[in-house]
């Protein structure tokens, strides 16, 4: 191989030669593509530039929401789409990845809320019938804090209130809801001027505070000393004081609601400023009482049953509320082998002592030891009394009575002892079982062994004296009333007699003179006629003294 290689002739080998390369000319055919790709190129940079922010949104589930055909929107304005739905890696909830707009960029701060909207029937609202037919969106609105933000919770119900309503929040504190929702009206004096927009259980669990909204202008009447109270449903109170129903509005009776009123002397007070915290009362009565800053407590010891009597009972004097009734409890006395029933109470003295001050005492406050000693030396007592006798409620009435015996007040108790009087009721009970007693002493039975022999025998005579009346009805009024038919013959006789008689004289009388033998006959028929009457006014008297000889006949006859 060598040997070839070196008898090969390398001068017959051509010498080569350089030529530059040939330029080839740009064809007509690829401008097209070019420019193409110029334009895709231009669009794809303005794209990326024109690109706005990218954020996530989480939502407890993706109801209604699909990738690339669900709007964000703000005020009814399309800001955003969005463009990926995933669950999270917890499987908790759903992650939403939508764009905005770069003119929406200034909405992404950190107090800016997100929700679903969707065709909703609430209690108090209709809300999102619009999505029926476009479909669900997600609504925005905007905050006013300076923190940006891209990753947010959604709610799930939308805000009662947008961030630029006018008016203020407010915080109210009570030991439960009771029928309170979010958007439950907030009323002042029956006209909704708010809603209640959240609520959240105390950390410890003794109550609950909830966030109240008042639209402006009526926030203005939020005072520092506003009260507020529960005005849900129909308010019926059974008390003492008989039957109370109160009522606000008919929203109020199906959703529940809150009302609150100022006192008429704070109303030109300064309003009150927002996230200020209030206390909610259960009933209006509470959240109008008049505050008392002094109160004292005494305990009531009754011997008697408390039935009827409740915590919260009021304490009255005279019709006036001096206090109420906080605890009731029950002792054993060992060894007399009795009950008796303490009854603490809270008095207001404030409320006594200006009833109590004279002119010349005014602006000196009297000491409410000394005020109290004085009045129970006087007779002051506690008594239990009825209140409404169809519901049986008691009360604690305070008054004065001449006749007890002198007590003072235990001012070496713990909580000092004022001293009780009986009820009516229960001296009304005493009284009852001293008749009893009195009753149960008597001799009943003899009493009622001689009645009823009384009434035998009077029965006895009753049914004698009845056959009697039948005797007589029987036999002496049929005889007597022939003897009077008789008589009252006899007694026309007479009249025609004495008529005749009368004729006769007045014709004798212009004929015959005194002496006239005429006259004297006439004179001695008269005299007949007289003895004839007299015999007749004697058979009369003799009849009615001796009714019987009409049967039996004159004694001398019977002989």
Same mark, same amino acid.
């Given at each position: ?30 401008? $097209?593509?070019?420019? *193409?790709? /110029? ?9 990326? &530039?024109? =690109?706005? #922010? +990218? !954020? ?81 969106? $997600?609504?925005?609105? *905007?905050? /006013? ?9 959604? &709610?799930? =119900?939308? #805000? +009662? !209130? ?398």
């Amino acid at each position: 191989m060598t040997d070839e290689f070196q008898q090969t002739d390398f001068s017959t080998i051509p010498d080569a030669v350089f030529q530059p390369r040939r330029r080839r000319r740009l064809q007509l055919v690829w401008i $097209i593509p070019i420019i *193409a790709m /110029i334009i895709g190129a231009s669009l794809a940079v303005k794209a990326y &530039l024109d =690109r706005g #922010p +990218v !954020i996530t949104i989480t939502f407890h589930n993706g109801e209604g929401l699909e990738p690339g055909k669900t709007k964000i929107k703000y005020k009814g304005v399309q800001i955003g789409e969005v463009k990926e739905i995933a669950i999270a890696n917890d499987r908790s909830h759903v992650v939403v990845t939508a764009e905005l707009s770069r003119e929406a960029e200034g909405l992404l701060i950190e107090d800016t809320h997100f929700w679903a909207v969707r065709a909703r029937i609430t209690g108090g609202s209709i809300s999102g019938l619009g999505t029926l037919v476009g479909g669900t969106y $997600i609504g925005v609105d *905007a905050g /006013i804090s300076t923190v940006r933000k891209n990753t947010f919770s959604g &709610l799930e =119900r939308p #805000p +009662v !209130i947008t961030m630029d309503m006018p008016g203020r929040q407010f915080v109210l504190r009570a030991k439960s809801i009771g029928s309170l929702d979010i958007a439950s009206p907030l009323l002042y004096r029956r006209i909704q001027v708010g809603e209640v927009v959240a609520y959240e259980l105390d950390k410890d669990g003794t109550g609950v505070n909830l966030n109240v909204f008042v639209r402006a202008p009526y926030d203005q009447f939020v005072k520092a000393n506003t009260s507020f109270w529960q005005a849900s449903g129909v308010d019926v109170t059974l008390d003492a004081g008989g039957i109370k129903v109160n009522t606000e509005s008919m929203l109020s009776i199906l959703l529940g609601g809150i009302a609150f009123q100022t006192p008429e002397e704070q109303r030109d007070a300064p309003p009150a400023p927002a996230n200020t915290i209030f206390t909610m009362f259960s009933t209006k009565e509470d959240a109008m009482k008049r505050p008392d800053t002094v109160v004292e407590n005494y305990v009531l010891v009754f011997k008697e049953s408390v039935r009827g009597l409740q915590i919260g009972a009021p304490v009255d004097l005279r019709g006036v509320t001096v206090g109420e009734v906080s605890k009731i409890n029950v002792e054993l006395d060992p060894r007399r082998e009795k009950f008796s029933m303490p009854v603490e109470i809270e008095f207001y003295p404030e409320r006594l002592r200006a009833r109590y001050r004279t002119k010349s005492q005014r602006g000196n406050a009297v000491d409410s030891r000394e005020l109290l000693n004085s009045l129970v030396e006087h007779g002051f007592r506690a008594q239990l009394r009825s209140g409404n006798l169809l519901t049986g409620q008691m009360y604690v009435a305070l008054d004065f009575f001449p006749k007890v015996p002198v007590e003072k007040i235990n001012w070496n108790k713990q909580i000092p002892e004022f001293p009780t009087i009986a009820g009516n009721m229960e001296q009304f009970q005493t009284s009852l079982m001293q008749i009893v007693q009195k009753i149960d002493k008597l001799p009943l039975e003899e009493l009622a062994g001689d009645a009823l022999q009384a009434i035998k025998t009077l029965e006895t005579t009753l049914k004698g004296a009845d056959q009697l009346l039948r005797n007589v009805d029987a036999v002496i009024v049929p005889e007597a009333r022939s003897l009077l038919t008789e008589v009252r013959s006899s007694l026309d006789e007479v009249r025609k007699t004495v008529g005749e008689a009368r004729k006769t004289l007045g014709g004798a009388q212009q004929t015959l003179s005194a002496d006239a033998p005429l006259q004297k006959d006439l004179r001695e028929a008269l005299r007949e006629m007289n003895r004839a009457a007299q015999s007749l006014r004697g058979l009369g008297d003799y009849l009615e003294r001796h009714p019987e000889s009409l049967i039996w006949g004159k004694k001398e006859e019977r002989q």
